[in-house]
């Protein structure tokens, strides 16, 4: 009998995840933030930036952006309590140092797609033959 309770729950909640993602990686990520709200100051305002630069530029989506997530938690943490300077973690340049640290982590889906589908196109208006059928929408 609990299997009938669980299963609509469960289709319930697949299909959930299904269409805004992983309610486990959401809670992840707001575990996160809660402690990034205790750093001191000056942490909070580069984990701001960098947070910033991450939505922009950075790969992971999901798993791989939660793991990423509390690695830098870790990170600046530490570095709080360990009175080490901003400049000291991010050192003369700091997108070097987002660079380096987001190599760690898996590409997100979204953009191995694109840059898959970027390819692609180019394949295609160079007239060379991807392999590929080319889908059309409609």
């Known amino acids: 009998m609990d299997t009938e309770t669980n299963e609509p729950e469960s289709r319930y909640r697949r ?5 805004t993602g992983s309610i486990e990686d959401k809670r992840r990520y707001r ?4 402690r990034m709200e205790q750093l001191p100051e000056s942490y909070r305002t ?3 930036a960098l947070e910033r630069y991450l939505n922009y530029f950075g790969r992971g989506d999901g798993t791989g ?9 870790d990170l600046f943490e530490q570095s709080a309590a360990n009175g080490t300077s901003i400049r000291e ?3 003369d340049d700091p997108v070097e140092f987002v660079e380096a640290f987001i190599q760690n982590y898996p590409e997100g889906q979204w953009v191995s797609r ?5 390819i692609s196109a180019i394949e295609r208006a160079a007239g060379e033959d991807t392999g590929e059928e080319e889908r059309t929408v409609g």
């Open 114 to 118: 694109e840059r898959k589908r970027f």
């Open 31 to 34: 575990q996160y933030k809660a």
């Open 65 to 73: 952006a939660a793991s990423m997530h509390e690695d830098l938690a």
């Open 15 to 19: 299909y959930l995840e299904m269409v």
């Open 89 to 91: 973690i991010f050192g």
């Open 46 to 48: 580069a984990v701001e």
